[in-house]
């Protein structure tokens, strides 16, 4: 089948589908056997920068499950170690960084990102646009909001208190950060599509902290300068807790605005405004639950993403570690043979 006619491909573009498509946020990763046998004593980042492992790992849950898009195994941090800042991606806690950006100086490591800075990024890309056939590949990157507060705090944080400090405190510091970190950024998803990727995903994970009017002023115009610069493939952008952002991140210029569990996607759709599709939201914690819980609580996101001018299903967030691989691939199933 030709790329351009792929379900996922087209719901991002808010056209006929012949039936809702459906991937999972982290689908790759440690809820799957055969990823965690791969990764036995390879350090997460030494794994996003081998080409072979970086093509198993994509390939796993699109073998598996059949979903129809196949999310690049890599990780946000990855272009801020290519450019040698020093971090490190702790099992079980996270990005951590050894010297958080606190000041103009420390501005100095966050150089430009170069496209040989990332080689294994561009040869697995390559790689994996022959093995996926006909199944869209999703390149993506960190928004500059979330990828600073790693760098800010210096790992994961709760309420952003430092990152929200410089915010507010020193806004000529801050714009220059989110500045260099867009940079980085683009650079970073033009390598992916220029490699072969179909689409890219912005995540901003940790967006939510924000209040709208400090994402219009602080956030906004940084983002926009990254939508602009993919134009040329389906751009997803996700955050989580972003019910009160949703009419904001409509203005950045995603085509697809991910929706988390918080709020119905009929309510979204609204939110959002007209001239984009929405991405999600069954919340993850549902698939931990028995089948019947799950299907019925898919039918209903399912029912409520009708109200989307477009509908790829997801979860809210990513695939919590402790789901059974078993009811992602009824899940997917049951997607599938719901809405053709
Ligand atoms: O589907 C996929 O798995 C694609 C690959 C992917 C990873 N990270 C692999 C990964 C993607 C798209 C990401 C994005 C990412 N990384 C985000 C945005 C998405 C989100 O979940 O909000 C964020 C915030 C990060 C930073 C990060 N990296 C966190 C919070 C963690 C988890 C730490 C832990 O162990 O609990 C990581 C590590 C990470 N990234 C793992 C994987 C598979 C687990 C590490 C391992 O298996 O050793």
């Known amino acids: ?16 589908v012949p039936h809702t498509p459906v991937w999972y946020m982290r689908q790759a990763g440690r809820s799957l ?30 073998r598996r499950y059949g979903v129809d898009a196949a999310i690049f195994f890599s990780d946000i ?38 496209p040989d800075d990332v080689p294994y990024v561009t040869e697995a890309i390559r790689a994996l646009t022959g093995e996926l056939g006909g199944t869209p590949l999703i390149g993506f990157a960190g928004a500059p909001f979330t990828l600073g507060s790693y760098l800010i705090e210096g790992g994961p944080s709760k309420n952003h208190d430092r990152t929200k400090a410089m915010m507010y405190g020193e806004p000529k510091l801050w714009h220059a950060l989110m500045e260099r970190l867009t940079d980085i950024v683009l650079t970073h998803l033009r390598v992916q599509i220029d490699a072969g990727a179909s689409a890219v995903q912005l995540f901003d994970s940790w967006v939510g902290a924000v209040a709208p009017d400090d994402y219009r002023e602080f956030i906004l115009p940084h983002t926009r300068r990254i939508f602009a610069g993919v134009a040329d493939v389906p751009r997803i952008h996700f955050g989580v807790g972003t019910g009160e952002l949703l009419g904001v991140l409509g203005e950045a210029g995603a085509d697809v605005v991910g929706v988390d569990w918080r709020v119905p996607l009929d309510e979204a759709a609204r939110r959002v405004g007209p001239g984009k599709a929405l991405q999600g939201n069954l919340d993850p914690a549902i698939l931990l639950a028995p ?16 109200a989307a001018e477009g509908h790829v299903f997801n979860l809210g967030h990513g695939v919590l570690p402790s789901t059974d691989p078993d009811q992602l691939k009824r899940l997917t199933d049951l997607v599938h043979e719901a809405t053709s």
């Not at 272009?79 to 490190?88: E, N, R, S």
């Open 77 to 114: 941090v990855v272009p801020l170690k290519a450019i040698g800042v020093d971090l490190d991606i702790k099992p079980g806690v996270g990005p951590v960084v050894a010297d958080p950006i606190r000041d103009a100086k420390a501005l100095d490591v966050l150089r430009p990102l170069e």
């Open 1 to 16: 089948m030709n790329l351009a006619d792929s379900a996922f491909l087209r719901a991002c573009r808010r056209q006929a």
């Open 291 to 306: 089948w019947e819980v799950v299907e019925r609580k898919a039918r209903e996101v399912l029912r409520r993403g009708g």
């Open 33 to 62: 056997p055969e990823y965690l046998k791969v990764r036995e004593g390879v350090p997460m980042l030494t794994a996003c920068e081998t080409p072979d492992l970086i093509v198993e790992i994509t390939m796993q849950p699109v």
